[in-house]
């Protein structure tokens, strides 16, 4: 009798695949890990290019104030 109302159970009430709903999250995901990521470049963009270019000055100046290497982006 239990394996008669298991199976009539499992008629009814079939077992859902959800690999396309756990490829979709995924999918999202990525994509807001990316817009995450493009708008700290637009916003720190600026501040992170001037701060490699007041590097290489100071390193390319050295110790004698001479300028030894291009520092242009």
Request: aromatic fraction near 8%.
């Amino acid at each position: 009798m239990i394996q008669y109302l298991q199976l009539l159970f499992a008629a009814k009430f079939p077992e859902r695949d959800e690999r396309g709903a756990s490829a979709v999250e995924y999918g999202l995901l990525v994509a807001g890990i990316a817009a995450v990521i493009v708008a700290i470049v637009f916003v720190l963009g600026d501040t992170i290019t001037s701060a490699f270019s007041d590097t290489c000055t100071e390193v390319s100046t050295g110790v004698d104030g001479a300028a030894n290497a291009d520092c242009t982006p």
